[in-house]
């Protein structure tokens, strides 16, 4: 019974899909070339197979020829030796000299007038950066009660980044992409207490319907692309979101997230690559918390000082001081000012993490005393204390500040108790879709 050819569906990414194609193209060209001559196959129709067959034959057979001509020759003739004409290595350079500068965002530099803030601007980050820690302080508990399932990376310590980041963009036109530790970017961007804490109990009204769970934080209203749980998978989406921004010349730019342990993926370096050649309007943020999932970067990385990696792909670069909100908005305005002139650039923010990597991790790889001295630069300290000295709030209305963001983290792990689970017809929904479903059988 003969059997029917199928087209067999194939669904790359854009980017990857082109560079493979043309690839691959390019590769069959060459082995039509090499194996046309003296055999017959499907693609011996080619008008100009024959006479690129027997034009390589001829090519072939004078190589041979010249050759043997050239051998006898040198027997009988010995050519004396010559210097190659100094001219021949004239533009190669005798040594190669690199020198450049990084800017630093070194903590408590800059006051908020500096940075062009308000009194009302910097209470407003503060509450933001304490509805992360408390939202993430409850949702450590509710993971311990069985709540939420699956894992759970805390944004615990790295507050200043999400907060610094999000004032210095334009929400809602800029875009913003992350890995799985999106919690408090979500928060930052303006997404819903009560949308972001129903999503990690898989309930419906969570801010992915409950289907993405706390690696898969998505917002359309605030341009938010996720939450990835692959290491470094999304950096290449975020550069085509970038390169989207820069086609519909719409003036937005892309921020893309990523940590100290992604800088190891190839696809990174890919990504970066791209960003620099096509000069998109993107920002490549490596979120350093200086142990990746449980390594010190000094351990799985010849250069551990990531801005270096910025001459490869010919970008500006600078050390930011991740635990100072004021630095962070320093940086990202400067740095979203580059990236709207289509210059990307590489920001490596110094953070730290004052949880595990996620929920299961013991942290046997430092020691209780660095963790104890680092809770001595905590941003959301190091922020309270700024507003206290320059008389912005008392203690009073901070501790008023937090007790009204504790009853809104409250109210939200309530919305997400009673709302209800997705309905099993919803699986369906939001996904790539044919009539005959080929892809299932």
């Known amino acids: 019974m003969p ?15 082109f560079f493979i194609g043309v690839g691959c193209a390019a590769t069959l060209v060459r082995l039509d070339l ?29 190589s041979k020829r010249s050759a043997k001509t050239s051998k006898s020759t040198a027997t009988r003739t010995r050519a004396p030796k010559t210097r190659a004409p100094a001219s021949t290595n004239a533009n190669f350079p005798d040594e190669i000299n690199i020198s450049l500068t990084f800017e630093t ?45 699956g894992f759970l990376h805390l944004y615990i ?3 200043a980044v999400s907060t610094g980041s999000a004032a210095a963009i334009n929400i809602g036109s800029d875009s913003v992409i992350t890995a799985y530790r999106d919690h ?32 898969h934080f998505f917002s359309k209203e605030c341009r938010l692309f996720g939450g990835h749980g692959i290491v470094g998978a999304h950096v290449p989406v975020g550069v085509g979101i970038a390169f989207a921004h820069k086609y519909k010349d719409d003036g937005g730019i892309c921020l893309i997230y990523f940590g100290d342990g992604a800088v190891g993926q190839g696809a990174v370096h890919e990504a970066s690559n791209l960003a620099s050649l096509y000069e998109l309007p993107a920002i490549l ?8 999932m449980g390594t010190a970067i000094h351990r799985a990385f010849a250069e551990p000082r990531f801005t270096y990696h910025a001459v490869s792909y010919d970008m500006p670069a600078a050390v930011v001081d991740g635990m100072d909100v004021f630095s962070v908005y320093k940086a990202i305005q400067v740095h979203a000012d580059l990236a709207r002139q289509r210059k990307p650039s590489i920001l490596e923010v110094r953070t730290y993490r004052y949880r595990g990597h996620s929920m299961s991790d013991p942290m046997n790889y430092r020691t209780k005393e660095e963790l104890d001295s680092k809770k001595n630069e ?17 203690l009073k209305i901070l501790d008023q500040i937090d007790e009204e963001v504790k009853e809104v ?23 790539y879709e044919e009539s005959d479903y080929p892809y299932l059988v």
Do not use: W
């Open 157 to 159: 310590g790295q507050e």
């Open 285 to 292: 943020i490596i979120e350093n918390n200086e142990y990746a």
């Open 184 to 215: 408090g970017l979500g928060l930052a961007l303006g997404m819903s207490a009560n949308e972001c804490m129903a999503e990690l109990f898989g309930k419906v009204t969570g801010c992915s319907r409950g289907k993405g769970g706390s690696m």
């Open 378 to 394: 905590d941003p959301i300290l190091r922020l309270k204390a700024y507003i206290v000295e320059h008389q912005l709030a008392t």
């Open 105 to 149: 965002y070194p903590a408590g530099k800059y006051t908020h007038g500096d940075v062009g803030l308000s009194d009302h601007q910097v209470l407003s980050m503060y509450q933001n950066m304490l509805l992360q820690r408390r939202f993430e302080e409850r949702a450590a508990q509710m993971y311990g009660k069985q709540k939420i399932g």
């Open 3 to 17: 059997t029917q050819n199928r087209p067999i569906p194939i669904r790359i990414g854009l980017f990857k899909g």
């Open 409 to 431: 983290v409250l109210r939200s792990v309530e919305f997400a108790e009673e709302s209800p689970v997705p309905d099993l017809d919803t699986i369906y929904e939001n996904i």
């Open 34 to 62: 090499i194996h046309s001559s003296g055999t017959s196959n499907h693609c011996s129709n080619h008008p100009n197979q024959s006479g690129m067959a027997n034009e390589i034959q001829r090519n072939k057979t004078q």
